[in-house]
Structure formats: structure tokens, C-alpha cells
């Protein structure tokens, strides 16, 4: 696994007040009726299932915006694959805020951990292939600095994080700019001369288009039908024919069914959305423990 970074709050503290706001409105009526301002509490955070852990400190702080006495004690790593049962963290604070914040830190982190539980799979089932695994942009509007925190956390890389940051041709480009020619040659114009330029294809005559035209890495798009991935290993085989260096990166429909055949077409990266857009959330408990 990468190095982890951690996030700078500044980040993704708006996204836990949001989600808080939208939960407790002008507030949680429940809580307020039945339990004592004063009451105190602990709580413990429950894995209920295998699972691989990401993002405590999004539930951590979730709880520590209602109230920054709370004591958090966090007993698990970020990227440590834990058992059910295990107590990911443990929460010493008013039981109001524990009852209010549960729904939100939960949320979270149920959807995050399942983000990094699939990528530690797909990212173990390829292990030992010469070959990357890469998140993409169809992430959660609003989450998409922690799904994408949530990859790496289970092993595999971040791709652009947004359309700032590197620059991707894609179909609907090209058919503006008129070809991919014309679409490489402004692109060329336009950024500096250490970024590289990727080109989206999809058939061999767009393979042989962009590879005239320069392009320094060629996004192999919708090549795998099903499990089948004969018709990646043609364009590869044509491409690095064509010139032996280009960076070749497989994208469309890569999902844990057929990964490890994509992986073993000869291409240098895979990129799949099914990380972020088809991760089922984990199942996570909180279980509260009075003084």
C-alpha cells in the first residue's frame, strides 16, 4: 500500500457538519426528550463483519464537532483487514451527542471501509501482475476526497482526481475538435511541456490515430465484454507493436470477475469505477455501554 496522507480537515470536516445538519435539523427531538443533557456515556464502534478499515477519523471527528470533549480511542489501522466483532473504536462523551453524531459516523464509514474492502480485494487478486489498479472520477458527489483516500487505503492508486489535473481525451472531445489529431495537437498547444497527454480509444483506427498524433498514453476503453478480453489483447498487441513504449491503460467494465484476465493482457494500468460506484457498504454497529 502507498504511504497514506492524511487529509487536511479543512477538507472534509464541511462534508461531516453537512451531513450532521441535514440529520439533526434544528434537532434530534428523540434524544432531546428522553436523555439528560448531563448524562455521560460510552460507546463502542463494531466491525459485523470481515472487513478492511479506512476513514476513523471522519467517525472520530464526526462526534468531536458535537462536541469537542469527547474521548475517542481508536483501536484499529487505516488499511488493517479486521474480523467481525472487532471494536474499531471506542467513544467517552454525553450520550446525546453519541446518539445524535451514531447515524452520520456510521454512514460514513460503513460506505468508506466498503470502498477500501473491495479495492484490498481486487488489489490482491492481481498481486504479483505487473499491473496497477486505479480508481476513477465516478465517485459520490461531495465524498469524492475520502473515496478516493479510501482506494489507497485499500492498495490501490488515485487516478486524476478531478479534470484540473491531468489531461484525458475522451470521446466526446475528439468529436468537438473534429479528430484526434486536431484534439492532441491543441491539447499539446495548451499545457506545459512535462504533462502527458492521454487519448481515449476504442477501435483500432483510433489507436492508430492517436499514436500518430503523439499521444503519450493510450486509454483502452470499453475492450472487455463480459469476462472476455480478447479484444484488449488485440488492441495491446497492435499498440505496443506500433510503438513499444506507449503507457496502455484498460478502462469499462473492469470488475472483480474479470480483473485478473484484464490484468494479463499486457497493459500497464486498469482502471475501474466499480471501486467507488458498486462497493456494497459494510456492515458497522454502534453499541452503547452506560456508566
Given at each position: ?8 480537515k ?18 434530534d427531538?428523540t ?63 454525553r ?98 511541456h ?12 483510433e ?64 482502471s475501474?469505477?466499480?471501486?467507488s ?15
Open positions: 500500500m502507498d504511504k497514506l496522507n492524511p487529509i487536511d479543512r477538507f472534509y470536516l464541511p462534508i461531516i457538519q453537512s451531513a450532521i445538519e441535514e440529520d439533526i435539523g434544528h434537532g427531538i434524544t432531546d426528550a428522553i436523555i439528560p443533557l448531563d448524562t455521560m456515556a460510552t460507546a463502542r464502534i463494531l466491525a459485523k463483519q470481515d472487513l478492511v478499515v479506512s476513514c476513523t477519523f471522519v467517525a472520530e471527528d464526526t462526534f468531536k464537532l458535537l462536541d469537542p470533549t469527547a474521548q475517542i480511542d481508536i483501536n484499529v489501522k487505516e488499511g488493517e483487514v479486521i474480523s467481525e466483532g472487532t471494536a474499531i473504536l471506542e467513544i467517552k462523551a450520550a446525546r451527542v453519541i446518539l445524535s453524531a451514531e447515524r452520520v459516523a456510521l454512514n460514513l464509514l460503513q460506505r468508506l471501509c466498503g470502498i477500501t474492502t473491495v479495492t484490498h480485494n481486487m488489489v490482491e487478486s492481481i498481486k504479483g501482475l505487473d499491473v496497477i489498479l486505479l480508481d476513477t472520477r465516478k465517485t459520490t458527489p461531495g465524498l469524492r476526497i475520502l473515496e478516493k483516500y479510501a482506494v489507497k487505503a485499500g492498495g490501490a492508486h488515485n487516478h486524476r482526481f478531478g479534470l484540473f489535473d491531468g489531461v484525458l481525451i475522451k470521446d466526446n472531445h475528439i468529436a468537438i475538435a473534429g479528430s484526434i489529431k486536431n484534439a492532441v495537437e491543441k491539447a499539446r498547444q495548451s499545457v506545459h512535462l504533462m502527458k497527454i492521454q487519448v481515449e480509444v476504442s477501435n483500432t483506427q489507436i492508430i490515430d492517436a499514436l500518430e498524433a503523439g499521444a503519450d498514453s493510450l486509454l483502452l476503453d470499453n475492450m472487455v465484454e463480459g469476462n472476455n478480453v480478447n479484444r484488449l489483447k488485440t488492441a495491446v498487441d497492435l499498440a505496443q507493436g506500433i510503438n513499444p513504449d506507449i503507457i496502455l491503460e484498460a478502462s469499462g467494465g473492469i470488475t472483480p470477475d474479470n480483473l485478473v484476465q484484464t490484468a494479463s493482457t499486457g497493459v500497464h494500468q486498469i475501474s469505477g466499480y471501486l460506484h458498486s462497493a456494497p457498504s459494510v456492515d458497522i454497529s454502534l453499541r452503547i455501554d452506560m456508566q
